[in-house]
């Protein structure tokens, strides 16, 4: 099962697991966010239940993927492009869009305002 983390990290932490996964450390799948407030910007309801109809499926059409989310195709669409331009989507060979997870975790920390 392929796992991906989505995350809120700084650019130190991404450094971090680039100078791990450079000295050999496994890192997992990772989507990270600058802030949490732009994951829940980008990952809004309606995108979120894209990614779950989209979880295990391989690519899928557009068009499918409204049919699964029961949407509008023309608003899905939009959707869809907002999720392949903040990289959480991949344009699939062939045509269709893929979500190339078995399952998401999602990893960030709510601390007590400064």
Known sequence: MTTVTLSVA??????R????????EAQGAHIS???????????TRKRWEILRAM???????????????????????G?????LDAGVLEAAPGGGV????????VDFMLTAAA
């Open 17 to 24: 697991r680039v100078q791990s996964a450079f000295a050999g």
């Open 79 to 83: 959707d869809i492009h907002a999720l």
């Open 33 to 43: 966010f600058a802030s949490a407030e732009l994951l829940w910007t980008t990952l």
């Open 98 to 105: 893929a979500f190339p997870y078995d399952a998401v975790h």
């Open 55 to 77: 979880t295990g499926q391989g690519p899928l059409s557009i068009r499918e993927v409204a049919r699964r989310v029961e949407r509008d195709v023309k608003a899905v669409h």
């Open 10 to 15: 700084s650019r130190d932490d991404l450094n």
